[in-house]
T-cell receptor, first 111, second 115 residues
Framework: EDQVTQSPEALRLQEGESSSLNCSYT??????LFWYRQDPGKGPEFLFT???AGEEKEKERLKATLTKKESFLHITAPKPEDSATYLC????????????FGKGTLLTVES | GAGVSQSPSNKVTEKGKDVELRCDPI?????LYWYRQSLGQGLEFLIY????????KSGLPSDRFSAERTGGSVSTLTIQRTQQEDSAVYLC?????????????FGPGTRLTVL
């Protein structure tokens, strides 16, 4: 059974203090790994898809990387508006649409 | 353009009542998904529709849950004889079938509270 574990559960940073969120997984036949951002009371907002180990994608202060066992979401010089829950999800196996989600990391950036 | 919309945004009901939740996907998206997000849990897949194909209902937790999609667009998730454990946020997503891998775009969700 596919498993996705995100750590830490919660992270508090000062504005400008860079850090990384982790998503580790056990799966057979990874098709893609997804990162989403979720603000309170809203649905997840798509950020990145990574398909293979070694791949990296960037968007503003966020950079996602992928290895064979885990993915990192690096946040460089975060701002208070980056505060949200970040969700990792993966797709694998025979279905190209079912996503297995982690429980998320709640990021708080203080000014 | 317009994103995925869901209604109502909040629903409070009594145990044993039936509820209907509605989802309007992004125009042109042929794939539609329902997920459930319970407190402290990850999103849980419920059901998937793709065009006119038979839906994948493998995630529905019991036969009290059903969903339909009319005309390949709007979808309704129905929960019969609601129970307190059904309280959660129900999220709908849609995606463009032509994508290499289906990146899913989510609506704001319906928060269901069963008293």
């Amino acid at each position: 059974e596919d498993q996705v574990t995100q750590s830490p559960e919660a992270l508090r940073l000062q504005e400008g203090e860079s850090s990384s969120l982790n998503c580790s997984y056990t799966v057979s036949g990874l098709r893609g790994l997804f990162w989403y951002r979720q603000d309170p009371g809203k649905g997840p907002e798509f950020l990145f898809t990574l398909y293979s180990a070694g791949e990296e994608k960037e968007k503003e202060r966020l950079k996602a990387t992928l290895t064979k066992k885990e993915s990192f979401l690096h946040i460089t010089a975060p701002k208070p508006e980056d505060s949200a829950t970040y969700l990792c999800a993966l797709n694998s196996g025979g279905s190209n649409y079912k996503l297995t989600f982690g429980k998320g990391t709640l990021l708080t950036v203080e000014s | 353009g317009a994103g995925v919309s869901q209604s109502p945004s909040n629903k409070v009901t009594e145990k044993g009542k039936d509820v209907e939740l509605r989802c309007d996907p992004i125009s042109g998206h042929t794939a539609l998904y329902w997920y459930r997000q319970s407190l402290g849990q990850g999103l849980e897949f419920l059901i998937y529709f793709q065009g006119n194909s038979a839906p994948d209902k493998s995630g529905l937790p019991s036969d009290r849950f059903s969903a339909e999609r009319t005309g390949g667009s709007v979808s309704t998730l129905t929960i019969q004889r609601t129970q307190q454990e059904d309280s959660a946020v129900y999220l709908c997503a849609s995606s463009d079938r032509t994508s290499t891998l289906l990146s899913q775009y989510f609506g704001p969700g319906t928060r269901l509270t069963v008293l």
